[in-house]
């Protein structure tokens, strides 16, 4: 039983020291305003990646969206009895 609590003990200890260390960007022991400015910096670069890789998808989305409203067009034609327009399919002999 002893052994089981000295275990936890050690681990929550750990996870103490990886979480305070984690705050401490400069290695010098504490968290301060130098810390906070770096893990700012960092947060900021992350952020403009995602927002760009956010603004290619968008772009891919629009192009799908512009294929959905042809398709839809094609769709109408059909309903109305007009031939379909585009490649033809390969005939099968």
């Known amino acids: 039983m ?16 990886y979480l305070y260390k984690r ?3 400069d290695g010098d022991g504490d968290v301060d305003l130098k810390d906070i400015k770096a893990s ?3 947060t900021a670069k992350t952020v ?8 290619e998808e968008l772009g891919d989305v629009v192009d799908a969206a512009k294929d959905v409203v042809d398709q839809t067009k094609d769709v ?11 490649r033809k399919p390969n005939s099968k002999k």
């Open 2 to 17: 002893k052994i089981i609590l000295i275990i936890v003990l050690l681990a929550a200890i750990a996870i103490g020291i």
């Open 23 to 25: 705050g401490d960007q």
């Open 40 to 42: 700012a910096k960092d």
């Open 48 to 55: 403009k990646k995602r927002a760009k890789r956010v603004k």
């Open 76 to 86: 109408a034609a059909a309903v109305k009895g007009k031939p379909r327009r585009g």
